[in-house]
């Protein structure tokens, strides 16, 4: 298991450190209590939060912005003055995109570590499998981007600040269908949770709404060549094609598809939200519609202070995955504040998050653990992302 451990802020004291490595931070026991609690005579001790996701493999740059984002979020915390003088130091596990993977990343994150609560879950798969072990485990979680709808069905220490898969299908077809009027839609989809998730939601609402969907292939990360597939597409004549998959195989289909001469409106999804869509998928992307969460353009200082903070810190221009991670650290950070580091409290403090101004919109949790916000319309217009519009989805 390859750990990365930062301490967010610098380096401690000598005094302060050695306190911080004498303490344990799990279980009921509070390193250091919220400003409701009152101060502590003691020296302040180091909170630790755990982040794990991939941070090696095929997804290794997506699990980099996540972990770069929770730190920026920890990083600004402990500038702020930490938690009564404690600093919080971010932990983070590489769990490769896999689920045995993140099963012993939470392991170690918790028994190890002693971390008060943890961020991050990336990717589907893996993130729905440490749930469970993490409600096990009693340790308060906020779930990034990882959108499989089972995943906060584990237990009431689990929260998510993405919208789960079903309401961005849902909220596709509702686009597709009465803002686009399609009726003929081809799908192709990525071969995972996430793929799976996202399509049915969608296939249903589409099909409630009175359209039909023409065609619908499966396809595997990582695949380069959809020429026999998109020759089906063809065959079919959509009006639309819905791709649900990443950056990568999307730039690579939407490129293929103009080739072979589809002329349909192109929808994606969350993960379309990359510059990397635009670099690959060159002109190809131009009119390519998809779903969200995120987008710099976006007014809101608490945005603008992000963007600012991220091109300062790690240059470019922040994502999605970005902005979803260092709302999840903000949510877990803005209950430290409220009640400091037991976990108990974290969890309840957490499931009672309401209006928190969020990078990624107003974050509130519902009695379901999901969260309510509205998902984001963004569109390729002359090589560049552009906001259409925003719309919240039950």
């Known amino acids: 298991m390859r750990k990365m451990s930062m301490v967010a802020a610098g380096l ?83 769990d490769q995109g896999k689920p045995e993977e993140a099963l012993k990343a939470v392991q170690k994150l918790v028994s190890n570590d002693k971390v008060v609560a943890m961020v991050g879950g990336a990717y589907s798969g893996p993130t729905k499998t440490a749930a469970a072990k993490i409600q096990e485990l009693k340790v308060p979680m906020v779930i990034a981007y990882a959108v499989h709808p089972e995943a906060t069905k584990a237990g009431d220490y689990v929260n998510r600040v993405i919208y789960a898969g079903p309401i961005q299908g849902k909220a596709m077809a509702d686009y597709a269908v009465n803002d686009l009027k399609k009726k003929n839609v081809a799908v192709l989809y990525v071969d995972i949770d996430y793929g799976k998730t996202i399509y049915g939601a969608f296939k249903e609402e589409a099909e409630k709404l009175g359209a039909k969907v023409a065609i619908e292939r499966p396809f595997k990360m990582g695949d380069k060549d959809f020429s026999s597939i998109l020759t089906a597409v063809k065959a079919a004549n959509p009006d639309a094609l819905y791709v649900v998959g990443y950056y990568n195989e ?5 490129k293929q598809a103009r080739e072979t001469g589809i002329q349909a409106q192109l929808l994606g999804v969350d993960g379309f939200d990359s510059p990397k869509y635009l670099e690959l998928g060159k002109t ?76 990624s919109g107003k974050i509130t949790f519902g009695k379901d653990h999901e969260v309510i916000k509205p998902v984001v319309f963004m569109t390729v217009k002359d090589g560049k992302f552009q906001f259409v519009k925003a719309k919240t989805y039950n």
């Open 284 to 359: 190809n992307t131009e009119g390519s519609t998809f779903t969200t969460s995120f987008y710099t353009s976006d007014t809101r200082p608490v945005v603008q202070s992000f963007v600012k903070a991220w091109q300062d810190k790690y240059k470019g221009e922040p994502d999605m995955l970005s902005s979803q991670s260092y709302d999840a650290a903000t949510v877990v950070l803005e209950a430290l504040k409220k009640v400091g580091a037991d976990r108990e409290k974290l969890k309840q403090a957490i499931n009672e998050t309401k209006e928190l101004d969020g990078t």
């Open 12 to 94: 401690l004291s000598a005094s302060l450190f050695l306190s911080a490595c004498g303490s344990g931070a799990g279980g009921s026991a509070s390193p250091a209590s919220g400003k409701n609690e009152g101060a502590s005579a003691k020296p302040a001790e180091t909170i630790k939060i755990g982040w794990f996701g991939p941070l090696t493999g095929a997804t290794a740059t997506d699990g980099t912005h996540s972990r770069d984002a929770a730190l920026l979020a920890v990083e600004q915390f402990n500038k702020a003055g930490g938690l009564n003088g404690a600093k919080v130091e971010l932990v983070a596990e590489d």
């Open 250 to 254: 999307a730039a690579a289909i939407v």
